[in-house]
Nanobody, 123 residues
Framework: QVQLVESGGGLVQAGGSLRLNCAAS????????MGWFRQAPGKEREFVTA????????YYADSVKGRFTISRDNAKNTVYLQMNSLKPEDTAVYYC????????????????WGQGTQVTVSS
């Protein structure tokens, strides 16, 4: 079993940047595909991005392509989400999640979830 804890959220103006971190404990992340999801007020949970076990393959929602970058450092048991050119519509609680799918995407089964970190982008 793996426990996930997100950090790095906060308040930023439109056009700014944040880097989110997802730290794992209990198990190494090396055999888990990882994803980031977000949920804005009044909206359904939305897939943002995912990365394969070794980091060689990534998948991005169209809404964040070119602005967000997912990466991982398995030696540090950490996954990152670099968010640039932030927009007010990026405001949401961001969650990281783990799946045994080697090359995950939006429809993979994510069995483990963090508690979320709030990202607020002001106009």
């Amino acid at each position: 079993q793996v426990q996930l804890v997100e950090s790095g959220g906060g308040l930023v103006q439109a056009g700014g940047s944040l880097r989110l971190n997802c730290a794992a404990s209990g198990r190494t992340l090396s055999t888990y595909g990882m994803g980031w999801f977000r949920q804005a007020p009044g909206k359904e949970r939305e897939f943002v991005t995912a990365i394969s076990w070794t980091g060689g393959t990534t998948y991005y929602a169209d809404s964040v392509k070119g602005r967000f970058t997912i990466s991982r450092d398995n030696a540090k048991n950490t996954v990152y989400l670099q968010m640039n050119s932030l927009k007010p519509e990026d405001t949401a609680v961001y969650y990281c999640a783990a799946t045994t799918t080697i090359i995950p995407g939006p429809r993979s089964n994510y069995a483990y979830w963090g508690q979320g970190t709030q990202v607020t982008v002001s106009s």
